[in-house]
Structure formats: structure tokens, C-alpha cells
């Protein structure tokens, strides 16, 4: 599975609250991939945080979409990882990699 993931736009710091959409999000990924694994599926997913987009194309500070994604990144890890095997790959990187 794989998934993109934009930065927010919509606020001035890259926390994330208990009541902010990130964190329903996760929650219902990780309820769809439970339901896959109850049907004998393993997953591998695969996050693609849309770094380079946030910087280049909505011109967001580097350092906000930086810290937006390490919060991200850790509750990915910390929602899905009992449902699916996690990998979190920025955009910049897999375009660096593949240019």
C-alpha cells in the first residue's frame, strides 16, 4: 500500500493535537489494514510525505515541513505498526534517488 501525505497548510506550527485530523486519519488506516490482516493479509506500506511539494510548490518553510514530518513519521509508526510492516519515504528522497 502506499499512500502521499501533504504538509498542513492551515496553521503556524507543525504540532500535532489529539484532536487534529492526523491522528483520525491514522486511526482509520490502521482499523483497514487490521481488516486486511484479519483476512490473512500482510501489508507493506509505504508513507510518502510530500516534502518537496510543501517547500517548492506551496512555498512552506523548510523547518515547518521538516518538524510537520517527524511528528508525522513517528505516528505512523507508533499507529500502524502493528497492523503493517511501515516505511516513510520523503518525495525529496525517492526523486534525489531516482534523478
Known amino acids: 500500500m502506499f499512500s502521499p501525505w ?3 497548510y492551515n496553521r503556524s506550527t507543525p504540532m500535532i493535537e489529539e484532536s487534529d485530523p ?9 482499523d483497514v489494514f487490521r481488516a486486511f490482516r484479519n483476512f490473512g493479509y500482510e501489508l507493506d506500506f509505504m508513507l510518502m510525505p510530500a516534502d518537496a511539494y510543501g517547500t517548492e510548490v506551496n ?11 517527524k511528528r508525522v513519521e513517528d505516528l505512523a509508526m507508533r499507529t500502524l505498526d502493528s497492523v503493517a510492516d511501515v516505511n516513510v519515504r520523503r518525495w525529496s528522497l525517492i526523486r534525489q534517488n531516482n534523478t
Not at 22 to 30: A, M, N, P, S
Not at 59 to 69: C, G, N
Open 6 to 8: 501533504g504538509p498542513r
Open 59 to 69: 512555498s512552506l518553510s523548510p523547518q515547518f515541513v521538516d518538524e510537520y514530518f
Open 22 to 30: 492526523e491522528i483520525q486519519t491514522l486511526g482509520e488506516i490502521r
